[in-house]
């Protein structure tokens, strides 16, 4: 059995899927969204934050076994509400391997994965097998902008896109709208362009920007300066109904 680093599990979500579920949050990210709420799920390692004076240790250290019985005890609540258990982050695919070995210890529970599908091609159908649905995020089509905002190239994300899509399987889109970065009329035409015939795409979600995205930067002593006016509301176009696509904002 694998070990895998998480910090945190959280009770009761409903806004990761559907029904009432448990959100396991893997650490690890290699992303650096310039609209991060989560810098703390970035450091792969176990690390110390620093809240009101007080230093607490975020990140520890699972077995895949300990983890999966842990998510097993609500199994009749997921039952009954219809919910079941999200993997999120940072980014889960980061831990692929011990990703894969929890959801097979979890054969009746439904399960869902939010990444940004910054992974090599085999981790990402490695866990995208297991999952009964995927959040997908998409940020930026357009690659220069892609690098300049997250500090990654989005070629890994679309080509795990393309093999989503021919794997028919469901997944909902997420975007979160980001004032003056992609909330432009051209970045929604070619995110629908390219979600347009998934066979397994649900819906696209907009996610509105989070207004207190730097809260936690101080934790961990960093500096949350976003290079965007987060006091301007993101622009919000009907391209996705336009093109036959469902979209809500949730
Ligand atoms: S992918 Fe998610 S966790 Fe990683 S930097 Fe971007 S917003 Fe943060």
């Known amino acids: 059995m694998s070990e895998g680093i998480i910090f945190s599990i959280e009770e009761f979500a409903v806004n990761d899927g559907p029904g009432i579920r448990t959100t396991v949050f893997l650490k690890g990210c290699p992303l650096r969204c310039a609209w991060c709420h989560n810098p703390e799920g970035w450091n792969p390692a176990p690390e110390t934050l620093l809240k009101k004076g007080r230093e607490e240790m975020c990140g520890y250290r699972i077995s895949a076994e300990e983890l999966a019985k842990r998510l097993s005890r609500d199994t009749d609540l997921f039952r009954d509400s219809g919910g079941g258990v999200t993997f999120t982050g940072g980014e889960p695919l980061l831990q692929a391997e011990f990703l894969a070995e929890v959801m097979d210890l979890l054969p009746d529970i439904n399960k869902a994965v939010e990444t940004s599908a910054y992974a090599p091609e085999e981790s990402f159908r490695k866990v995208m097998e297991r999952a009964d649905i995927l959040l997908f995020d998409i940020k930026l089509i357009d690659p220069d902008m892609h690098k300049r905002y997250t500090g990654a190239d989005n070629g890994p994300i679309l080509r795990n896109l393309d093999i989503l899509k021919a794997s028919g399987r469901p ?25 347009r015939d998934a066979p397994g795409l649900k819906r696209v979600e907009l996610l509105r920007y989070n207004k207190i995205a730097g809260a936690k930067y101080p934790m961990l002593s960093l500096t949350y300066a976003p290079p965007f006016d987060e006091t301007i509301e993101p622009a919000i176009h009907d391209t996705f109904t336009e093109k036959g696509i469902k979209m809500i904002i949730p």
């Open 171 to 195: 997944f909902i889109a997420r975007i979160p709208l980001i004032p003056g970065v992609n909330d432009s009329k051209e970045n929604m035409e070619a995110s629908a362009d390219l979600l």
